[in-house]
């Protein structure tokens, strides 16, 4: 058996992912929903499944470090197969103590003769019994923050390289060392809640809070969102804080017309059409017809009649059946995704540092496209979910320059009390899990003069 195939097994699925995100830079999330679908788990071993594969992406660098220290060669030179075995195994071994190291490693031995690496079962034991005895002895040792405060944000910080050293530049050492460590542990379930629920009814159902800048957020669900019976019933929208304040800043007004660039898989388009009711109209652009699917599920199950998916590559400019300008257009561009390493762990192995400029090229020419068609006095949104220079203030200022017609507006009037806060001197809702506890993101309000 080839170690690409996939055994039907919480530890099965939590492998495939891991080489699947290694082998092919898949995304996570859909690598982990098709072997899911595939294995057809129970409940329970669904959820170890998703623990295992998202905490290992998580902690990464922390369990490579870990793991070297246990070897008697660079853990690189290790063949990439039996990596992902072992940090299987370490991430069990370090982070989930209620697992009985003997079982640990008996059931890692187990994988490797399953998936085809019969001949690393004997040096898997040895790595991780050793590891093992190296955690018992407080043996494991990581760069010390003060002197090397990359390596140590590389190592225990569990970031590439490339991305620690962005980080301690732009942040600062200390700041930067946080968001590792925000990024290092699970994101809060959170949701936000439809015109169908009730707040405070929604929170008492998952066991959650009300947010603190989200008007209509309720986040660390202890249950499941998903799972849980208001989700049927369309009561709440699966959905980060930070998320939730971009639509607030379109000012969006019922029997509006609103235009959503990127749109997929949907969250900002159907809450943007519970803000314009049901003589508003928001269409919803998408240029990947898989992922316009997920806009139109999104809609039935709300019961929002107001949405109008349409396939559309927006860089390339839209037509929309005659009506040729609109007051309200959001373009939450497509992007490294660097704000959401906690939600999207496999982010910070999957995005290489070419990657950024790509995205924020990219990103440009969407909104310099989007920007034709907003009328005189109306509304243009760029939001992203990262925080790179270049995504964000490097991509709203070049298109500030060569479009003087365009300026920025205040969008503190458009955001809850609490949420001001988070605005910036510049006028950009900036937003870190570090400092927020919600993902990082930023956006601004442009307004056509």
Same mark, same amino acid.
């Given at each position: 058996?080839?170690?690409s195939?996939? *055994?039907?097994?919480?530890?099965?699925?939590?492998?495939?992912?891991?080489?699947?995100?290694e082998?092919?830079?898949?995304?996570?999330d859909?690598a982990?929903? &098709?072997?899911?679908?595939?294995?057809?788990?129970e409940?329970?071993?669904?959820?170890?499944?998703?623990?295992l594969?998202?905490?290992?992406?998580?902690?990464?660098?922390?369990?490579?470090t870990a793991?070297?220290?246990?070897?008697?060669?660079?853990?690189?030179?290790?063949?990439?197969?039996?990596?992902?075995?072992?940090?299987?195994?370490?991430?069990?071994?370090?982070?989930?103590?209620? *697992?009985?190291?003997? &079982?640990?490693?008996?059931?890692?031995?187990?994988?490797?003769?399953?998936?085809?690496?019969?001949r690393?079962?004997?040096f898997?034991?040895?790595?991780?019994?050793?590891?093992?005895?190296?955690?018992?002895?407080?043996? *494991?040792?990581?760069?010390?923050?003060?002197?090397?405060?990359?390596?140590?944000?590389?190592?225990?910080?569990?970031l590439?390289?490339?991305?620690a050293?962005?980080?301690?530049?732009?942040?600062?050492?200390?700041?930067?060392?946080?968001?590792?460590?925000?990024?290092?542990?699970?994101?809060?379930?959170?949701?936000r809640?439809?015109?169908? #629920?009730?707040?405070?009814?929604?929170?008492?159902? %998952?066991?959650?809070?009300?947010?603190?800048?989200?008007?209509?957020?309720?986040?660390?669900?202890?249950?499941?969102?998903?799972?849980?019976?208001?989700?049927?019933?369309?009561?709440y929208?699966? @959905?980060?804080?930070?998320?939730?304040?971009?639509?607030?800043? %379109?000012?969006a007004?019922?029997?509006?017309?609103?235009?959503?660039?990127?749109?997929?898989?949907?969250?900002?388009?159907?809450? %943007?059409?519970?803000?314009?009711?049901?003589?508003?109209?928001?269409? &919803?652009?998408?240029?990947?017809?898989?992922?316009?699917? %997920?806009?139109?599920?999104?809609?039935?199950r709300?019961?929002?009649? $107001?949405?109008?998916?349409?396939?559309?590559?927006?860089?390339?400019?839209?037509d929309? @059946?005659? @009506?040729?300008?609109?007051?309200? *257009?959001?373009?939450? &561009?497509?992007?490294?995704?660097l704000?959401?390493?906690?939600?999207?762990?496999?982010?910070?192995?999957?995005?290489?540092?070419?990657?950024?400029?790509?995205?924020?090229?990219?990103?440009e020419?969407?909104?310099?496209?989007?920007?034709?068609?907003?009328?005189?006095?109306?509304?243009?949104?760029?939001?992203?979910?990262?925080?790179?220079?270049?995504?964000?203030? #490097?991509?709203?200022?070049?298109?500030?320059?060569?479009?003087?017609?365009?300026r920025?507006?205040?969008?503190r009037?458009?955001?809850?009390e609490?949420?001001?806060?988070?605005?910036t001197?510049? $006028?950009?809702?900036?937003?870190?899990? @570090?400092r927020?506890?919600c993902?990082?993101?930023?956006?601004?309000?442009?307004?056509?003069?």
């Amino acid at each position: 058996m080839s170690s690409s195939e996939l *055994i039907p097994s919480a530890r099965g699925v939590a492998f495939h992912v891991l080489e699947r995100v290694e082998r092919d830079r898949a995304f996570a999330d859909l690598a982990l929903h &098709a072997a899911l679908e595939t294995a057809r788990l129970e409940r329970r071993d669904r959820g170890f499944a998703t623990e295992l594969a998202y905490g290992t992406l998580r902690l990464r660098g922390r369990l490579d470090t870990a793991l070297g220290q246990s070897l008697d060669r660079p853990f690189g030179r290790v063949e990439p197969a039996v990596r992902n075995l072992l940090r299987l195994g370490a991430y069990q071994l370090l982070c989930l103590p209620n *697992i009985p190291d003997a &079982a640990v490693v008996d059931e890692s031995v187990s994988l490797a003769r399953k998936v085809g690496l019969e001949r690393a079962t004997g040096f898997a034991n040895a790595v991780l019994r050793g590891l093992a005895r190296k955690r018992d002895a407080n043996g *494991i040792v990581y760069p010390d923050f003060t002197s090397d405060p990359v390596g140590h944000l590389e190592s225990y910080g569990s970031l590439p390289r490339w991305l620690a050293e962005r980080l301690v530049d732009q942040l600062g050492p200390d700041d930067a060392r946080a968001f590792a460590l925000a990024c290092a542990e699970a994101p809060p379930r959170t949701v936000r809640v439809t015109a169908r #629920g009730d707040r405070d009814a929604v929170a008492q159902l %998952l066991g959650g809070r009300p947010t603190r800048f989200a008007p209509r957020g309720v986040t660390n669900a202890a249950l499941d969102p998903v799972r849980a019976e208001g989700f049927d019933r369309g009561e709440y929208v699966v @959905q980060d804080e930070a998320s939730q304040l971009v639509p607030l800043l %379109l000012g969006a007004e019922p029997d509006d017309t609103v235009v959503d660039c990127c749109a997929a898989p949907g969250a900002k388009a159907v809450q %943007l059409a519970e803000q314009v009711g049901p003589r508003g109209e928001v269409i &919803a652009l998408e240029l990947h017809r898989p992922r316009l699917a %997920l806009i139109h599920s999104a809609a039935r199950r709300l019961g929002l009649s $107001n949405l109008r998916p349409l396939e559309r590559d927006v860089a390339q400019g839209f037509d929309l @059946q005659g @009506q040729r300008f609109f007051r309200r *257009i959001l373009v939450d &561009a497509p992007c490294s995704g660097l704000g959401t390493l906690r939600r999207n762990p496999d982010a910070r192995w999957r995005v290489r540092p070419e990657d950024v400029a790509r995205a924020a090229t990219s990103a440009e020419s969407i909104l310099v496209s989007a920007a034709r068609y907003v009328e005189e006095g109306g509304v243009l949104v760029y939001s992203v979910c990262t925080f790179t220079a270049e995504e964000t203030t #490097g991509v709203t200022q070049r298109f500030l320059e060569s479009h003087p017609d365009f300026r920025v507006d205040d969008p503190r009037p458009f955001l809850p009390e609490a949420a001001r806060a988070l605005v910036t001197a510049a $006028n950009a809702l900036e937003t870190w899990p @570090q400092r927020d506890g919600c993902d990082g993101f930023y956006a601004l309000r442009l307004v056509r003069k």
